[in-house]
């Protein structure tokens, strides 16, 4: 076989080969749901760590976030809580949706909204005992104008605003 011969069937091998991968790529995307509902708990792109890695009890217990650390951490409901120590866990594990932040640790102004957005572990409200987070500095300025109003807001719009 001549250099050119092989070299023809060599080329041939990789268009068919890159074809066939854009097919299945292709396959993938068009059999994907038009609109995929978001994950019920907020976490990065990459992650399935709740809260930013932030230990949720500490906001009740020590009135401050606290990032918890991967040798205290637990799954619930599939996503992964870190905390500060072993107490902070323990309790967690015992009651969790005492402790978990509401709408997934989304942004709750957001849900009072209508929609969903991250939130940062450092914009944060307790209010009668549950645990919202809100996207920034500004974004908490305007959750604090109206707490109650916006609750009642997010609570209507969970979990629709994950479709």
Not at 39 to 49: E, H, I, K, Q
Not at 51 to 80: I, L, M, N, Q
Not at 111 to 125: K, R
Request: with cysteine; hydrophobic share 40%; charged share 15%.
């Amino acid at each position: 076989m001549t250099y050119f011969q092989t070299w023809t069937l060599t080329s041939r091998f990789s268009v068919n080969l890159a074809m066939s991968v854009l097919m299945l790529i292709a396959a993938a995307v068009l059999a994907a749901p038009a609109h995929a509902a978001k994950d019920p708990v907020y976490t990065g792109l990459f992650s399935n760590v709740a809260v930013s890695g932030y230990d949720p009890v500490a906001y009740f217990r020590e009135g401050k976030p606290v990032e918890g650390s991967s040798a205290f951490e637990t799954e619930h409901d599939g996503y992964t809580y870190r905390f500060a120590n072993q107490t902070n866990l323990d309790d967690f594990i015992a009651d969790p949706e005492a402790f978990a932040p509401q709408y997934g640790g989304y942004c709750a102004w957001a849900v009072s909204q209508g929609s969903t957005a991250s939130a940062d572990p450092n914009n944060w409200t307790i209010v009668d005992g549950k645990l919202y987070l809100n996207y920034n500095d500004d974004v908490q300025s305007r959750w604090e104008a109206d707490i109650p109003g916006f609750i009642e807001k997010a609570d209507s719009n969970w979990p629709k605003v994950l479709q």
